[in-house]
C-alpha cells in the first residue's frame, strides 16, 4: 500500500476545501459573486499542487495512464485554466462598472467555482477506486475515499449560492461530514485491508443504470466490482494490449445467466484462447478459459492429457482450441474471428505461469506464461481479470414486445433484470399490475401509488413470493432481493453473510430507497398521472432521464403555485410532484442542499423542508391535526423545521447496541419556523449525538426552556410564535437531543441545556420547593433541601461538585414517575458511592468531602427518590442499579440496608450487618468473608430468600449451630467466617428459606433447622423454636432448650447428661423423650429435683435426663417417654415414679404382666430377663417383688 500517494493526495485537497469554508463565511450574506470569486482565487492558489506535472507524474504511474482517475486528473489543469479565465473576465468586469457584464460573467465565475470543486471530489474517488483496482489500497479502505470524493463534489452546488448564511451552516456540515470521513480513512488505512477490485460510485445525469439513481444504488452497495478472468494472447509481439471499463466498452456474457455485462476488453491484435470443437460462435465465458473464481490456466491444465506442463499437439483436445480475435471489440464472435492455433502458428502454450501483480486499464493480470510459434518465437499469454459491470448488462436472448406491453411504461433493464417492457410481455401478471398503476386517478394517496410501484419492482423481480423477514430482521427480504438483482450481485460479506447486519442493512435500505424513488417518478410520468400531478416534468427514454420541461426553475415555480398551499387534502399531489422533482435533481447531479434553495426560490421554507426531506430519503405525512410531519429512518438525516412543518421525527437506530449507526440526526431550526415537535429516540446507541442546530438570529441567551409533566422539554427563541418541542428530553439518554448548536459556534451539551430550564437556588442554604408539573431544581450548593411536587411531573435535579450536601424528598405516586438526578460534570461514575440507611433512604457521595446527596425514603417506596441518576456524559443509572450499588459492600465493615424488592447482597467480606427487606432477597458469601449477620423478615405467603456460598465452601464443610436468640449460626471451616440469620428459629418468615453451594448442593430451611437441632459429641447448648424438631445432643454435656411444637430429644445408653428445657404453650403439647436401645423400661429411674424438675437414669454410670420444670405443669418437659422396645411411658406415669406414688399392688400387677409377656413373642431384652431369673433367683425376686 503506498501510503505516501493517499496522503499526498488528500492533504492539499481536504486544506484548500477547508479554506473555501472559511473564504465563504468570511463574506457571507454580503455579495454572493463576490464570495465566489475568493472561492475561485482560493482554488486557484491552494489546489496549484494539483497541477503540478510531478505530482500528477506519480498518481498516474501509480493509477495507470490510461485509467478513469488519470482522465479526471487530466482534465485538472483545463478546468483551472478556465476558472482563472472566468475570474480575469469577471474581475475585468467589476473594474468596467457594466452591471450586465457583471452579472454575466458572475454566473459564469460560479458555475465554475462549482466545476472545479465537483471535479476535486472526482479525483479523489476516481483515484481511490483506481488504487483499489491496482492493490495499492483493499477496496475497504478505498470505500470511505471514495466516499470522500463524493462529499467533495456535493458541495459544489453549495458555493454558486454562498451568499446566505444557510449555505455556509450547508457548508459547515459538509467540512464536518468531510472531516468524519478522514477520520475513517485513517482508520482503513491503519488495517491496511488486502481485498482487491475497484468500488462502484454513484453516477449523475447520462445513460445507463450506473447514472443516476442506479449509481447511487451501487456506490451505497458498497461492493466490489468482480473481475472475470479469460486467457488472453499477444499475436503481434507488442505487449498485451486490453480496454478500460467505460460506456463505451463492449458486453459478453461473463457468467453464463443469459445477461451479457459491460467490461473491459481485449484490444487490438489481442486474441482470446477458446475451447470450440464444432467451430460454433463464442457466446459465454464457458467457452473461454477462466470464470470468476478459477484461474485460466487452472482450467486449461485439464486438457493436458500427459501431463508435462504443456498444451501442444500431444494432448487430444489441442486441435479443438480457437483464438478469437474480435476485430471490432464489439464483444460478438462474429464471421472469421475464430482461428485454430494451428491457423495461427501457434504450435505450443507453457502451462508454467509465473504470478504477477499488474493491472491494464483496470484489469488485473494475474499470471503470466508464453506460447510458442513454429518459427521458435514466443509471446506473452496472460490471465487477465476482465473489470466489469454487474448492472449494466444485456440479455442474449431478445423479447418482441408485444403491442399490449409497449404501450405501458418502460423501466430500463439493468443487472438481471431485463427491461419492464420486455419483462411484461413474459409475464401477465406484472402487465396487469402496471396496468392498474396507469390507472389510478388524480390525487391517489402516496401510500397507493407507492404500494402499486413496489408490488410492480416486487413481480419484475419475481420475489412476491419472498417471505420478508428471510434475510434477517434488518431489511424487508424482497427489497434487497430486488436491489440483488438490479445491481447483479448478490449480497455477501464476512461478517454477516447473506443476512445484513443493521450497519451494512442501513446502506442497502437506502439503496433501495434510490432505486424505488427513480422508478416511482418513470412510472408516473409515463401515465395518465404524470400529466395531472406532474405535468412540469416529463421522462426522455433516449437517457433514462427525468427532466423538466422547461428549465428547472420555472418549473418548481409553475409546479408550487398549481398545487397551491399544503394541506391535507393535496398532501398526496405535493408528495408525488416533490418526489418526481428530486428524480430530475438527482439526474442533474444536485445536491440536496441546492435542491432545496431551489424549491425555496420558487416558493417558500416549508415545502423547501419538505422536498429537502424526500430528497434525503424522509417520508412526509400529516397527523391528525393536521400537522406536517418528517419522519427518518436509521440512517443519518438533517431535519429542516421550516414555518409550518411541525413535527420531525427521527426514528431509533436499531437493536443491536454493539453495533454504532453511520451518523446522528440533526434538526435545523430557523427563527420564525414557528411550532415544531422533535421526536427523537436513539436508546441502543452506545453515544447518541442527535444535535438541534440553530440558525442565525438565533443566540444563546434568547432560549428559555421549561419542562412538561412527560419529560418533555419546550425551548423559545424569543420570536413570537416559535416553540421547539423537544419530546422525552428528560425522560431518556436517547430521546430528545445531545447537542444544541448555534450559529455563532456556541454549543450546549444536554446537561447545560437542562440548566437552562432550572429553578435555583443561592449557594447558601436552601429550602426549594416544587409543584405537580415538571421542573428542574439546582439548589447551587451550600446545605439544601428540596422537595419535588410530584404528581407525575418528571423533575431534575441538579447537583455539581462540590455543592454539598443536597436532601432530595420526591414523592411521586403517578403510574410511571421519572424523576432525574443530574450530575455535573466533574462527577464521575468511578467516584460515585452509594448506600443505604436504616430509615430507608439512599445517600450517594462523589468523592469529594463535604458532598452528600440524600434520597429521602427511597429504599421504602418506588415512588420516592429518583428514577435515574444521569451523568454529564449521559451515562444513566437506574433506580435499580441504584439499589444494587447500596446492596454491595467493602471488604470493610459494612451495614447494608434493603428494600421490599428483590436484591443481591454482596458485603465483599469484612465484618457485616444486612438488613434485608424480603422480597426474594440472596445474600453471596464467599470463603474468608469473615462474619456476616443478616437479619432478613419476609412476610410474604411463601418467601423465598437465599443464602449463596461461592467456590471452595462445601456442604461438606459447613457446620450450623443455634443460638439463645433464635438465631442460627453457619460456619465454613475457615477461621474467622461465620455467618448468623437473626431469629431464623421464630419462624419461616425469618432468614433464609434456601441455601446454595456452587457445586449445585442445596439445602432447605428444614435441613438448616435440623443441623442446628443437632450436636456433637462434646458438651452443646442447643436452641429451638416452636418448629417441632428432632434433637439429638450426640452425647456429653448438652443443654437442648426449645418452645414445643412437636420436637422429639433423642438420647442413648452412655451419652453422658442431658437437660431439656422445653415449654410447649400450645393447647395439647405433644414432646417425646426417644431412648435408644440398651435402655430398657425396668433400667430407668424417676426422681424429682427440687427445682420442680424431674430426673432420668438408666442403670448406666454417668447417664442422666433432666426434664426442667417438668413438676409445673404439662406444658413443660416431654409428654411421652418412648422406648426401642416399644414401650412408652405417658407424662402421668412420670409424675407418680417421680414422686413415689405408684402401690404395690400397681407395681406387683405390672411386674406380672411383664412376666406374662416372656410366654409371648421373645424379645432380646425378654430373653436375657428370664436367662438372669433361671440363673439368680433370689436376686431378682428381690429386686422386682416388694
Known amino acids: 500500500m503506498n501510503i505516501s500517494i493517499v496522503d499526498g493526495l488528500l492533504g492539499p485537497i481536504t486544506d484548500t476545501v477547508s479554506s473555501i469554508v472559511t473564504t465563504i463565511e468570511s463574506v457571507a450574506g454580503k455579495d454572493m459573486v463576490g464570495a465566489a470569486a475568493n472561492a475561485g482565487t482560493v482554488l486557484i492558489n491552494g489546489a496549484a499542487i494539483l497541477t503540478d506535472s510531478g505530482y500528477l507524474s506519480t498518481l498516474n504511474s501509480a493509477v495507470g495512464t490510461t485509467s478513469t482517475a488519470a482522465m479526471t486528473i487530466k482534465r485538472f489543469p483545463d478546468q483551472m485554466e478556465a476558472l482563472n479565465t472566468s475570474l480575469s473576465n469577471y474581475n475585468s468586469a467589476i473594474a468596467s462598472g457594466d452591471h450586465g457584464a457583471i452579472s454575466a460573467t458572475g454566473l459564469n465565475l460560479t458555475g465554475s467555482v462549482a466545476t472545479v470543486i465537483s471535479t476535486i471530489g472526482s479525483i479523489v474517488a476516481s483515484v481511490a477506486d483506481a488504487m483499489a483496482t491496482t492493490g495499492l489500497i483493499g477496496a475497504t479502505a478505498a470505500a470511505p475515499i471514495t466516499s470522500l470524493g463524493l462529499a467533495i463534489s456535493a458541495t459544489a452546488g453549495l458555493f454558486a449560492l454562498a451568499a446566505t448564511n444557510a449555505v455556509v451552516d450547508a457548508v459547515k456540515a459538509a467540512a464536518d461530514n468531510i472531516s468524519n470521513l478522514l477520520n475513517d480513512i485513517e482508520a482503513q488505512l491503519g488495517t491496511g485491508s488486502s481485498d482487491s477490485g475497484q468500488t462502484g460510485a454513484p453516477g449523475a445525469g447520462g445513460t445507463g443504470p450506473e447514472s443516476g439513481a442506479g449509481g447511487a444504488a451501487m456506490g451505497k452497495y458498497q461492493e466490489t466490482y468482480p473481475l472475470i478472468s479469460p486467457l488472453v494472447l499477444d499475436l503481434t509481439g507488442s505487449g498485451i494490449n486490453l480496454t478500460p471499463l467505460n460506456t463505451s466498452s463492449p458486453y459478453f456474457d461473463l457468467t453464463n445467466n443469459g445477461f451479457a455485462r459491460q467490461t473491459g476488453w481485449v484490444g487490438a491484435g489481442m486474441g482470446?484462447?477458446?475451447?470450440?470443437?464444432?467451430?460454433?460462435?463464442?457466446?459465454?465465458?464457458?467457452?473461454?478459459?477462466?470464470?470468476?473464481?478459477?484461474?485460466?490456466?487452472?482450467?486449461?491444465?485439464?486438457?493436458?492429457?500427459?501431463?508435462?506442463?504443456?498444451?501442444?499437439?500431444?494432448?487430444?483436445?489441442?486441435?479443438?482450441?480457437?483464438?478469437?480475435?474480435?476485430?471490432n471489440g464489439n464483444g460478438a464472435s462474429d464471421s472469421g474471428e475464430l482461428y485454430t492455433l494451428s491457423q495461427l502458428g501457434i504450435v505450443s502454450i507453457n502451462l508454467n505461469a509465473t504470478a504477477v501483480t499488474e493491472t491494464i486499464a483496470g484489469n488485473k493480470i494475474s499470471s503470466i506464461s508464453s506460447y510458442t510459434l513454429a518459427d521458435g518465437t514466443t509471446r506473452?499469454?496472460?490471465?487477465?481479470?476482465?473489470?466489469?459491470?454487474?448492472?449494466?448488462?444485456?440479455?442474449?436472448?431478445?423479447?418482441?414486445?408485444?403491442?399490449?406491453?409497449?404501450?405501458?411504461?418502460?423501466?430500463?433493464?439493468?443487472?438481471?433484470?431485463?427491461?419492464?417492457?420486455?419483462?411484461?410481455?413474459?409475464?401477465?401478471?406484472?402487465?396487469?399490475?402496471?396496468?392498474?398503476?396507469?390507472?389510478?386517478p388524480p390525487g391517489t394517496s402516496p401510500s397507493s401509488l407507492e404500494s402499486a410501484a413496489q408490488a410492480i419492482l416486487f413481480q419484475w423481480a419475481r420475489v412476491t413470493q419472498v417471505a420478508p423477514t428471510s434475510r434477517g430482521g434488518s431489511i424487508d427480504a424482497r427489497q434487497l432481493s430486488f436491489v440483488e438483482q438490479y445491481l447483479g450481485r448478490p449480497f455477501n460479506t464476512t461478517g454477516d453473510g447473506a443476512n445484513p447486519g443493521i450497519r451494512a442493512a442501513a446502506y442497502l435500505q437506502q439503496s433501495w430507497n434510490d432505486l424505488y424513488d427513480a422508478a416511482l417518478a418513470r412510472l408516473v410520468l409515463q401515465s395518465p398521472l404524470g400529466a395531472s400531478m406532474a405535468p412540469e416534468f416529463r421522462y426522455d427514454a433516449a437517457t433514462d432521464t427525468v427532466q423538466a420541461t422547461a428549465t428547472f426553475a420555472p418549473a418548481l415555480a409553475a409546479a408550487f403555485q398549481r398545487l397551491g398551499t399544503i394541506n391535507a387534502t393535496n398532501l398526496a399531489s405535493w408528495d408525488l410532484l416533490l418526489r418526481v422533482a428530486d428524480a430530475a435533481?438527482?439526474?442533474?447531479?444536485?445536491?440536496?442542499?441546492?435542491?432545496?434553495?431551489?424549491?425555496?426560490?420558487?416558493?417558500?421554507?416549508?415545502?423547501?423542508?419538505?422536498a429537502n426531506a424526500i430528497a434525503s430519503g424522509l417520508q412526509i405525512s400529516i397527523d391528525g391535526s393536521g400537522r406536517i410531519q418528517e419522519t427518518g429512518s436509521t440512517i443519518y438525516h438533517d431535519f429542516y423545521a421550516g414555518p409550518g412543518v411541525s413535527v420531525l421525527i427521527g426514528e431509533r437506530a436499531g437493536n443491536d447496541p454493539s453495533i454504532q449507526l453511520p451518523g446522528h440526526d440533526v434538526f435545523h431550526y430557523s427563527a420564525g419556523d414557528g411550532v415544531v415537535e422533535i421526536r427523537e429516540s436513539d436508546p441502543n446507541s452506545s453515544a447518541p449525538a442527535n444535535t438541534l442546530s440553530f440558525g442565525s438570529g438565533i443566540d444563546p441567551s434568547s432560549i428559555k426552556a421549561r419542562v412538561l409533566s412527560n419529560g418533555d422539554m419546550v425551548l423559545t427563541d424569543g420570536v413570537t410564535g416559535d416553540q421547539i418541542t423537544l419530546v422525552g428530553e428528560l425522560?431518556?439518554?436517547?430521546?430528545?437531543?445531545?447537542?444544541?448548536?448555534?450559529?455563532?459556534?456556541?454549543?450546549?451539551?444536554?446537561?447545560?441545556?437542562?440548566?437552562?430550564?432550572?429553578?435555583?437556588?443561592?449557594?447558601?442554604?436552601?429550602?426549594?420547593?416544587?409543584?405537580?408539573?415538571?421542573?428542574?431544581?439546582?439548589?447551587?450548593?451550600?446545605?439544601?433541601?428540596?422537595?419535588?411536587?410530584?404528581?407525575?411531573?418528571?423533575?431534575?435535579?441538579i447537583f455539581n461538585a462540590g455543592y454539598g450536601k443536597l436532601e432530595i424528598y420526591e414523592s411521586d405516586k403517578s403510574n410511571s414517575p421519572y424523576n432525574v438526578l443530574q450530575l455535573?460534570?466533574?462527577?464521575?461514575?468511578?467516584?460515585?458511592?452509594?448506600?443505604?440507611?436504616?430509615?430507608?433512604?439512599?445517600?450517594?457521595?462523589?468523592?469529594?468531602?463535604?458532598?452528600?446527596?440524600?434520597?429521602?425514603?427511597?429504599?421504602?417506596?418506588?415512588?420516592?427518590?429518583?428514577?435515574?441518576?444521569?451523568?454529564?456524559?449521559?451515562?444513566?443509572?437506574?433506580?435499580?442499579?441504584?439499589?444494587?450499588?447500596?446492596?454491595t459492600g467493602t471488604a470493610g465493615n459494612d451495614t447494608l440496608y434493603g428494600t421490599g424488592n428483590a436484591e443481591v447482597f454482596d458485603g465483599k467480606g469484612g465484618n457485616d450487618y444486612v438488613v434485608g427487606g424480603g422480597g426474594g432477597d440472596t445474600f453471596i458469601f464467599n470463603a474468608g468473608y469473615g462474619k456476616l449477620e443478616i437479619s432478613e423478615y419476609d412476610s410474604a405467603s411463601a418467601p423465598h430468600n437465599v443464602l449463596q456460598l461461592g467456590t471452595g465452601i462445601s456442604a461438606s464443610s459447613v457446620a450450623v449451630r443455634s443460638t439463645s436468640n433464635s438465631g442460627i449460626v453457619l460456619t465454613d471451616g475457615i477461621a474467622g467466617d461465620q455467618i448468623t440469620l437473626d431469629s431464623f428459629m421464630s419462624g419461616r418468615s425469618w432468614g433464609?428459606?434456601?441455601?446454595?453451594?456452587?457445586?449445585?448442593?442445596?439445602?432447605?430451611?428444614?435441613?438448616?433447622?435440623?443441623?442446628?437441632?443437632?450436636?456433637?459429641?462434646?458438651?452443646?447448648?442447643?436452641?429451638?423454636?416452636?418448629?417441632?424438631?428432632?434433637?439429638?445432643?450426640?452425647?456429653?454435656?448438652?443443654?437442648?432448650?426449645?418452645?414445643?411444637?412437636?420436637?422429639?430429644?433423642?438420647?442413648?445408653?452412655?451419652?453422658?447428661?442431658?437437660?431439656?428445657?422445653?415449654?410447649?404453650?400450645?393447647?395439647?403439647?405433644?414432646?417425646?423423650?426417644?431412648?435408644?436401645a440398651g435402655i430398657s423400661a425396668s433400667s430407668v429411674t424417676v426422681k424429682a429435683t427440687s427445682n420442680s424438675g424431674i430426673v432420668l437414669t438408666d442403670g448406666i454410670?454417668?447417664?442422666?435426663?433432666?426434664?426442667?420444670?417438668?413438676?409445673?405443669?404439662?406444658?413443660?418437659?416431654?409428654?411421652?417417654?418412648?422406648?426401642?422396645?416399644?414401650?412408652?411411658?405417658?407424662?402421668?406415669?412420670?409424675l407418680q415414679m417421680a414422686t413415689g406414688t405408684v402401690s404395690l399392688a400397681d407395681r406387683q400387677v405390672n411386674n406380672l404382666i411383664a412376666g406374662m409377656a416372656f410366654y409371648g413373642a421373645q424379645s432380646a431384652a425378654n430373653s436375657q430377663t428370664l436367662a438372669a431369673i433361671q440363673q439368680q433367683p433370689q436376686a431378682m425376686l428381690a429386686a422386682n417383688l416388694y
Open 992 to 1076: 433464609v428459606q434456601e441455601v446454595q453451594f456452587a457445586d449445585g448442593t442445596t439445602w432447605n430451611r428444614q435441613q438448616l433447622l435440623q443441623m442446628a437441632a443437632t450436636g456433637t459429641a462434646g458438651d452443646d447448648k442447643i436452641y429451638g423454636a416452636s418448629n417441632g424438631l428432632v434433637f439429638d445432643g450426640k452425647g456429653g454435656n448438652d443443654y437442648i432448650q426449645s418452645q414445643g411444637g412437636g420436637d422429639t430429644f433423642i438420647f442413648n445408653a452412655g451419652y453422658g447428661k442431658l437437660e431439656i428445657s422445653e415449654l410447649d404453650s400450645s393447647k395439647t403439647p405433644h414432646n417425646v423423650l426417644q431412648l435408644g
Open 380 to 440: 506473452e499469454i496472460v490471465d487477465a481479470w476482465f473489470a466489469n459491470s454487474t448492472m449494466n448488462t444485456k440479455p442474449l436472448t431478445p423479447v418482441d414486445v408485444t403491442a399490449a406491453a409497449a404501450a405501458l411504461p418502460q423501466l430500463a433493464g439493468a443487472g438481471t433484470l431485463r427491461d419492464l417492457r420486455s419483462a411484461m410481455t413474459l409475464d401477465q401478471d406484472l402487465q396487469n399490475l402496471v396496468q392498474i398503476f396507469v390507472k389510478q
Open 731 to 797: 425522560r431518556d439518554s436517547g430521546g430528545g437531543v445531545q447537542f444544541v448548536q448555534f450559529a455563532d459556534g456556541t454549543t450546549w451539551t444536554r446537561y447545560q441545556l437542562i440548566q437552562v430550564a432550572a429553578l435555583c437556588g443561592t449557594s447558601g442554604n436552601d429550602k426549594l420547593y416544587g409543584t405537580a408539573s415538571a421542573e428542574v431544581f439546582d439548589g447551587k450548593g451550600g446545605n439544601d433541601y428540596v422537595q419535588g411536587g410530584g404528581g407525575g411531573g418528571g423533575d431534575t435535579f
Open 824 to 887: 455535573g460534570p466533574g462527577i464521575n461514575k468511578s467516584s460515585v458511592t452509594v448506600r443505604g440507611t436504616s430509615s430507608g433512604n439512599l445517600v450517594l457521595t462523589d468523592g469529594i468531602a463535604g458532598d452528600q446527596i440524600t434520597l429521602d425514603s427511597a429504599m421504602l417506596f418506588d415512588s420516592m427518590g429518583v428514577q435515574a441518576v444521569r451523568f454529564s456524559d449521559n451515562t444513566i443509572w437506574t433506580r435499580q442499579q441504584l439499589i444494587q450499588m447500596a446492596t
Open 1101 to 1134: 454410670a454417668g447417664d442422666q435426663i433432666t426434664l426442667d420444670s417438668f413438676m409445673n405443669g404439662s406444658a413443660w418437659g416431654v409428654q411421652e417417654v418412648q422406648f426401642a422396645d416399644g414401650t412408652t411411658w405417658n407424662r402421668q406415669q412420670l
Open 272 to 327: 482470446l484462447l477458446c475451447f470450440d470443437p464444432n467451430d460454433q460462435n463464442i457466446t459465454n465465458i464457458t467457452q473461454l478459459f477462466g470464470n470468476e473464481t478459477t484461474d485460466g490456466f487452472d482450467i486449461l491444465r485439464r486438457l493436458d492429457a500427459n501431463h508435462d506442463n504443456v498444451i501442444d499437439a500431444s494432448d487430444p483436445e489441442f486441435a479443438s482450441l480457437r483464438v478469437w480475435v474480435d476485430a
Open 585 to 610: 435533481r438527482f439526474d442533474m447531479g444536485m445536491s440536496n442542499s441546492v435542491f432545496e434553495k431551489y424549491v425555496a426560490a420558487a416558493t417558500n421554507d416549508t415545502v423547501a423542508s419538505i
